[in-house]
């Protein structure tokens, strides 16, 4: 499967359009494209999945290693893969949309705002192209796609001005059907707010997909995965719009070993049958009512007493904890398996890539083993002051005083997101 990367130039220039006009200018040349996203986003690749008819893949060497990333990319399902970037093409303290296309020796095009320029847009890519050796990256900027680009002489002026060994591969016109509403954790989620798909087809009409094919590469392989044995255990999962932050690798990691039953708390699901329990991140703040209400946090609370397993993720965590107050004052009801009270702020609480070390034997790691994950959220959390962690900070926020993983029973919850690669989920199996 070959395979291009969309680098931005910064956030916000239009890499989430311009990467689904690019799969639709693929799909309709003849081939088949599969979406990938660059960093840890739970957001942007649902935008994808419609689009392109299949999960987008996560790729962050921090979460997953670069072999890790290059699992993930050939787990893939399709003949070109258009790799989304996250931030700027070199922004990233740990991880970067440059590191990705390092990784997977993929060409770099840039996404430009050419809404106001053209010469300066060559100027543009030339100083990217050529900052990567400055930057200590071996990554190739191989063409641009003009992002809010007219036709005519706008467009002519864009191309004539590009560098020699920079192509030309299209432009996305401006049109207010290419507007994605955001709120505090970035874009809503593509089941909320699909973009427009008659722009995505008109916006597509000027991307050169044949260009872009030719211009692709074929990662190296990885190495083969480990064949990993079936337990016969049941996992139950929450899916739904509060609990919707999960990897495709994670669930196909859960499936490899376990047989995995959704469930929908805000829908009013009762908790399944199930030797473990998993709750993914996502808007629990949203759907508070719904979740004080669900009948799945009354049998979590009696459940987890009597000892089931239980993950939770950011939301998952907050779900699990006594309480959950919004930024309108009300104060809603959860689980009440974790001692902690959680209230949402307006401005973000964390943004990290972090760094987990097991202060002894846990749910999703042994005493001593270190996690990588990420976490973003809106959300503090008041614990008792007897609480119990299973995780020491070594990189980001965590829950409090430099430690995460509020652990009671035998549940585990914590406010970093972590990856199938990262072996916490083979952990998790192997404690059921």
């Given at each position: 499967?070959k395979?291009?990367?969309?680098?931005?130039?910064?956030s916000?220039?239009?890499?989430?359009?311009?990467?689904?006009?690019?799969?639709?200018?693929?799909?309709?040349?003849?081939?088949?494209?599969?979406?990938?996203?660059?960093?840890?986003?739970?957001?942007?690749?649902?935008?994808?999945?419609?689009?392109?008819?299949?999960?987008?893949?996560?790729?962050?060497?921090w979460?997953?290693?670069?072999?890790?990333?290059?699992?993930?990319?050939?787990?893939?399902?399709?003949?070109?893969?258009?790799?989304?970037?996250?931030?700027?093409?070199?922004?990233?303290?740990?991880?970067?949309?440059?590191?990705?296309?390092?990784?997977?020796d993929?060409?770099?095009?840039?996404?430009?705002?050419?809404?106001?320029?053209?010469?300066?847009?060559?100027?543009?890519?030339?100083?990217?192209?050529e900052?990567?050796?400055?930057a200590?990256?071996?990554?190739?900027?191989?063409?641009?796609?003009?992002?809010?680009?007219?036709?005519?002489?706008?467009?002519?002026?864009?191309?004539?001005?590009?560098?020699?060994?920079?192509?030309?591969l299209?432009?996305?016109?401006?049109?207010?059907?290419?507007?994605?509403?955001?709120?505090?954790?970035?874009?809503?989620m593509?089941?909320?707010?699909?973009?427009?798909?008659?722009?995505?087809?008109?916006?597509?009409?000027?991307?050169?997909?044949?260009?872009?094919?030719?211009?692709?590469?074929?990662?190296?392989?990885?190495?083969?995965?480990?064949?990993?044995?079936?337990?016969?255990?049941?996992?139950?999962?929450?899916?739904?719009?509060?609990f919707?932050?999960?990897?495709?690798?994670?669930?196909?990691r859960?499936?490899?070993?376990?047989?995995?039953?959704?469930?929908?708390?805000?829908?009013?699901?009762?908790?399944?049958?199930?030797?473990?329990?998993?709750?993914?991140?996502?808007?629990?703040?949203?759907?508070?009512?719904?979740?004080?209400?669900?009948?799945?946090?009354?049998?979590?609370?009696?459940?987890?007493?009597?000892?089931?397993?239980?993950?939770?993720?950011?939301?998952?965590?907050?779900?699990?904890?006594?309480?959950?107050?919004?930024?309108?004052?009300?104060?809603?009801?959860?689980?009440?398996?974790?001692?902690?009270?959680?209230?949402?702020?307006?401005?973000?609480?964390?943004?990290?890539?972090?760094?987990?070390?097991?202060?002894?034997?846990?749910?999703?790691?042994?005493?001593?083993?270190?996690?990588?994950?990420?976490?973003?959220?809106?959300?503090?959390?008041?614990?008792a002051?007897?609480?119990?962690?299973?995780?020491?900070?070594?990189?980001?926020?965590?829950?409090?005083?430099?430690?995460?993983?509020?652990?009671?029973?035998?549940?585990?919850g914590?406010?970093?997101?972590?990856?199938?690669?990262?072996?916490?989920?083979?952990?998790?199996?192997?404690?059921?």
């Amino acid at each position: 499967m070959k395979g291009i990367v969309l680098g931005g130039t910064a956030s916000g220039v239009g890499k989430t359009v311009a990467t689904l006009a690019t799969q639709r200018a693929l799909e309709s040349a003849g081939y088949d494209p599969q979406p990938a996203k660059a960093g840890p986003d739970f957001i942007d690749p649902s935008h994808h999945e419609p689009v392109a008819g299949k999960p987008s893949r996560s790729l962050d060497p921090w979460l997953a290693g670069d072999e890790g990333v290059r699992r993930n990319y050939y787990r893939g399902d399709g003949d070109v893969c258009v790799v989304e970037g996250m931030m700027g093409l070199y922004d990233g303290s740990v991880a970067s949309t440059a590191g990705v296309a390092e990784a997977l020796d993929l060409p770099v095009v840039l996404v430009v705002d050419a809404s106001a320029g053209m010469q300066s847009v060559g100027a543009t890519a030339l100083g990217f192209r050529e900052y990567a050796a400055e930057a200590g990256y071996d990554v190739d900027v191989v063409g641009v796609l003009a992002q809010r680009a007219h036709g005519g002489r706008h467009a002519d002026g864009v191309r004539d001005a590009l560098p020699d060994g920079v192509a030309y591969l299209g432009r996305i016109p401006p049109s207010d059907g290419l507007d994605v509403p955001d709120r505090h954790l970035g874009l809503l989620m593509g089941d909320e707010a699909s973009v427009d798909a008659a722009a995505v087809d008109a916006a597509a009409e000027h991307v050169d997909a044949e260009r872009i094919v030719e211009l692709a590469r074929e990662p190296p392989r990885p190495d083969p995965e480990p064949t990993r044995a079936e337990t016969g255990k049941r996992v139950a999962v929450a899916a739904d719009a509060a609990f919707c932050f999960e990897y495709p690798a994670t669930r196909e990691r859960l499936r490899e070993r376990a047989d995995v039953v959704p469930f929908s708390p805000v829908a009013g699901d009762d908790l399944p049958d199930c030797d473990g329990v998993y709750l993914p991140g996502g808007y629990p703040e949203l759907h508070a009512r719904a979740l004080a209400d669900s009948p799945a946090l009354d049998s979590l609370a009696e459940r987890a007493a009597d000892g089931l397993p239980v993950l939770g993720e950011c939301g998952g965590f907050i779900a699990l904890a006594e309480s959950l107050t919004t930024t309108g004052g009300e104060t809603h009801e959860m689980a009440g398996v974790l001692p902690a009270d959680v209230t949402m702020r307006e401005r973000y609480q964390a943004l990290a890539h972090v760094e987990l070390r097991a202060r002894g034997d846990a749910l999703t790691a042994s005493a001593g083993e270190t996690l990588r994950g990420h976490e973003f959220h809106y959300s503090e959390a008041e614990v008792a002051g007897d609480a119990r962690f299973a995780f020491d900070v070594e990189r980001g926020s965590g829950i409090t005083d430099e430690r995460d993983g509020l652990t009671e029973y035998r549940t585990l919850g914590t406010y970093a997101h972590v990856h199938a690669d990262s072996g916490a989920f083979d952990a998790f199996i192997e404690n059921l």
